[in-house]
Structure formats: structure tokens, C-alpha cells
Nanobody, 121 residues
Framework: QVQLVESGGGLVQPGGSLRLSCAAS????????MGWYRQAPGKQRELVAG???????NYADSVKGRFTISRDNAKNTVYLEMNSLKPEDTADYYC???????????????WGQGTQVTVSS
């Protein structure tokens, strides 16, 4: 089994910052790409940021210049540093990872349970 556990969400005022973390654990052989998605009420889940195993990154246009994704391969953890937060960033944030389990050859996509981010004064 592989588990992804997010942390770091909460309530923050507009202009504030939060740092999300997502740690993968279990029978992991290797992890390829990792990423963060978000889903606001009544909206579809959307990609926020992604990072490859070689640390190449991509971002949604709406968060470029404000959010930074990074990873610590030794800890199987991906981070999302969020600055200059806006009310429209309010959503449930989910991490995902493409994981190759011990004893297997293919990569499978796993999701975390989500962490809520609310930006409000």
C-alpha cells in the first residue's frame, strides 16, 4: 500500500502565506512526477503545480509567481509554498504522485485525502 498525507492547510487572510506538505509512505520503490491539484466548491479539480523527478516544474497561470512547488526525494515529500494568497485560492488541495511500488514495474497514480485552504478576512 501507498499513502499520501497532506498537511499545512488552514485559514489565512488575503495576502498571507501557507506551506502545504505531502508525504508519501508505504512500499515505495520510486516516485516519478508529483503535483498539487485543487478543487473549489462547485468547480472541477484543476492542476495547480507539478514537479518531475528531476525537479522540472510547471504551474497554472493563476498561481505563477505566487506559488512554488518543491520536493525532497529522500523524504518522499512534496511541498507547495503559497504566497500572496487571494480569496479565489480557497479550495481543497490534493497532492498526487506517480509511484512505483516494490515488486512492481509500472507506476500508479495515488492521491492524498486533501487539505482545506481558506483565504478570507
Amino acid at each position: 500500500q501507498v499513502q499520501l498525507v497532506e498537511s499545512g492547510g488552514g485559514l489565512v487572510q488575503p495576502g498571507g502565506s501557507l506551506r502545504l506538505s505531502c508525504a508519501a509512505s508505504g512500499s515505495i520503490f520510486s516516485i516519478n512526477a508529483m503535483g498539487w491539484y485543487r478543487q473549489a466548491p462547485g468547480k472541477q479539480r484543476e492542476l495547480v503545480a507539478g514537479i518531475t523527478s528531476g525537479s522540472s516544474t510547471n504551474y497554472a497561470d493563476s498561481v505563477k509567481g505566487r506559488f512554488t512547488i518543491s520536493r525532497d526525494n529522500a523524504k518522499n515529500t512534496v511541498y507547495l509554498e503559497m504566497n500572496s494568497l487571494k480569496p479565489e485560492d480557497t479550495a481543497d488541495y490534493y497532492c498526487n504522485a506517480f509511484v512505483r511500488r516494490v515488486g512492481e514495474f509500472q507506476f500508479r497514480r495515488y492521491w492524498g485525502q486533501g487539505t482545506q485552504v481558506t483565504v478570507s478576512s
